[in-house]
């Protein structure tokens, strides 16, 4: 079947489909939706195409999430994991020593031996979704306040998820969907002994830069391969995404599956505001500066330069995402356009007597965000790898004191070994890094709220940030 116009394009929180059609001119159409809520009426009606269960059950098997952040995929029945380059690079960082450059040089194991064991990477294969609103809902009243609501929605949480470790070994995740309208308990299984397999020159794998990675289709070889083990022999993977040699036909309907980011749609425009005028400038800045001290640090020779180039590379990307959102947010066409479809949304809430108390969300929404311009500048970031991982030291100890339902998420019992796998890693850091990327928060949190802050002035104790 040949087909030249654009089709819809699915997305859900962790799996992300997108279904395209033409291959010259490829464009993403209307959706996104999760495994167990496939639209089966409008594929059927648009594409001729009716997938069953057990076709969405082993795309889902098939798909793999990086703890690091990203997707991936099995492509063997022996633990293969294919992902692009750029997802394996963190790892590919911590493999690499001043003697061997993986992730400038590129690797290949051409024997199982060969294979390099990642020092802290989590992979996670989704085996079930299950819905479990009514649960996490359970107890939870409009007379409760609303800090006694997220309370007993947070312990409610943390027994779900427990009990389903219990029952089957599995990760066990409780997701929140659609702003809290929704939540699904999501069973993972784990996968922490993970070995490098393949990985391009760095060269090839980012040929084209900046501009093709984010305005061209790439032609470059961004990929790395993995291995999972269990038990230090390769692990049995049934479902995987077999090879195809000839790609994508022309007008073919084509799947894409994945873990993609938040589209912040339920966003208010008093809190698309804020977000243009105040948080995504305040990051950019944060951004540059720490783009700028890295590539300095970076000056003082190739050593430092590789020690520095993974937060450099993160950074950059971050500042080119942010500038795109704060584009998109800086034209007046885009907030228009919000503006109209909010007004026609808040009409009809008016007009049914059912949903007119939920007007009010609206002011309290606005009034949230002027609490938050006030407190912006006031905050404090300190993402340094050694302090993040003291700070988790102390979070960890006082969050132990609490009942494994009342702890933040990532210390209750059911994330505890997720947690330890990164807090106990063998990875490197190196301390020169640590010390220029702390000394610089130091002096701007100094610069930002002002040196006699007594804040700053308890941080400091009477040295200069650099000491």
């Not at 795309?59 to 633990?79: D, E, K, Q, T």
């Not at 391009?200 to 032609?219: H, L, M, T, V």
């Not at 993040?388 to 070994?417: M, N």
Request: charged share 25%; net charge negative; glycine share 8%.
């Amino acid at each position: 079947m040949r087909r030249n116009s654009a089709v819809a394009g699915l997305l859900g929180w962790w799996s992300a489909m997108a279904l395209l059609a033409g291959v010259a001119c490829v464009k993403a159409d209307e959706g996104m939706w999760l495994f167990n809520d496939l639209p089966i009426k409008q594929l059927k009606q648009n594409y001729g195409f009716e997938p069953d269960e057990a076709w969405a059950e082993k795309l889902m098997r098939s798909c793999v999430r990086f703890n690091s952040g990203g997707s991936a995929s099995f492509v063997s029945s022996n633990g293969l994991v294919l992902t692009n380059h750029h997802v394996g690079a963190e790892t590919l960082h911590k493999l690499s020593t001043p003697e061997r450059n993986v992730y400038e040089d590129g690797y290949l194991a051409r024997t199982t031996a060969e294979e390099l064991k990642a020092p802290d990477l989590e992979l996670n294969q989704l085996i079930s979704i299950e819905d479990v609103t009514a649960t996490v809902n359970q107890g939870i009243s409009a007379e409760l306040s609303p800090e006694a609501a997220v309370a007993k929605r947070r312990e409610n949480i943390a027994a779900i998820e427990q009990k389903s470790l219990e029952a089957t070994g599995l990760r066990s995740d409780v997701v929140t969907l659609f702003g809290g309208g929704k939540y699904h308990l999501y069973r993972y299984k784990k996968y922490t002994d993970v070995r490098l397999v393949f990985s391009p020159e760095a060269s090839i794998a980012f040929f084209g830069g900046d501009a093709d990675n984010f305005e061209y289709p790439r032609y470059c070889l961004d990929a790395c391969i993995f291995r999972v083990y269990e038990n230090d022999q390769p692990a049995e993977t049934p479902d995987f995404l077999k090879w195809s040699e000839n790609g994508p036909a022309e007008g073919e309907l084509v799947f894409v599956a994945g873990n993609p980011g938040r589209t912040s749609r339920i966003f208010t425009t008093d809190a698309l505001r804020y977000q243009r005028d105040h948080r995504m400038p305040f990051m950019l800045d944060f951004l540059r500066r720490r783009e700028i001290m890295l590539q300095q640090f970076g000056l003082a020779g190739p050593e430092q330069a590789r020690r520095a180039k993974d937060d450099l590379f993160g950074v950059q990307n971050s500042r080119k995402a942010y500038l795109g959102m704060l584009g998109g947010l800086q034209d007046p066409a885009v907030m228009a356009d919000k503006l109209s479809r909010e007004n026609q949304l808040k009409a009809a809430i008016e007009k049914n007597p059912k949903l007119q108390p939920a007007i009010a969300a609206y002011s309290t929404i606005a009034e949230i965000q002027r609490q938050r311009t006030a407190t912006l500048r006031t905050s404090i970031s300190m993402n340094s790898q050694v302090f993040s991982l003291a700070h988790t030291i102390v979070q960890l100890v006082v969050e132990d004191q609490k009942p494994s339902g009342s702890r933040l998420p990532p210390y209750r019992d059911s994330g505890r070994a997720s947690l330890e796998l990164g807090l106990y890693s063998d990875a490197p850091i190196y301390p020169d890094l640590e010390q220029a990327i702390l000394a610089d928060l130091l002096g701007r949190l100094c610069e930002i709220r002002g040196g006699d802050d007594p804040l700053c002035q308890e941080a400091l104790n009477g040295l200069s940030p650099t000491e």
